[in-house]
């Protein structure tokens, strides 16, 4: 089941997410990536043009396995994150 977007804050290292947690914080918000399963570019429909390479009209995209963090013996869950104009600014699918 495919839910809609909600704002997440994303911690990265070396270009990959490695943790993010959703906002407004709650309490069982907080993921730890285990495995970056896809990565990919994709077009927003913004109705705009952007000269930057990514940001504006293109999105970096990546669908990754994740656990909660106060949970970690729970199986992970699937989603996807979407950078949508540039660092900072993310989007999140939960997928699984």
Do not use: K
Not at 20 to 38: G, I
Not at 49 to 71: F, N, Q, T, Y
């Amino acid at each position: 089941m495919v839910r809609s977007p909600s704002p997440v804050q994303v911690r990265c290292v070396d270009g990959d997410p490695v943790e993010f947690h959703r906002r407004p914080n709650r309490r069982d918000s907080h993921y730890l990536v285990t495995e970056v399963q896809e990565r990919w570019i994709e077009e927003s429909r913004w109705p705009f043009r952007s000269a930057m390479p990514i940001g504006g009209d293109r999105c970096r995209c990546w669908r990754v396995l994740a656990r909660r963090s106060d949970e970690p013996h729970l199986p992970a869950s699937e989603f996807v994150l979407r950078m949508r104009s540039g660092p900072g600014v993310w989007d999140l699918r939960w997928l699984t």
